[in-house]
């Protein structure tokens, strides 16, 4: 089953780049995330929206 919810590794597969250019990415904002006990997760809808907004639209937390 696919969650909607992803920790950093399956984000990371899931946009096809390295966990350390995700870290970047989520602490800069340009990738939107939460810290939740010290560890990032990820919505699978918010990042869908990166690619349906491209990439001059902010995403808005």
């Not at 899931?14 to 350390?20: A, D, E, Q, R, V």
């Not at 989520?26 to 006990?37: D, L, T, Y």
């Amino acid at each position: 089953m696919v969650s909607d919810i992803m920790d950093i590794t399956e984000a990371a597969v899931y946009l096809n780049i390295k966990k350390g250019t995700l870290y970047r990415l989520a602490k800069s904002g340009q990738v939107p995330g939460i810290k939740i006990g010290g560890q990032w997760r990820f919505k699978r809808e918010r990042l869908d929206e990166l690619f349906r907004r491209g990439k001059d639209s902010p995403i808005r937390r």
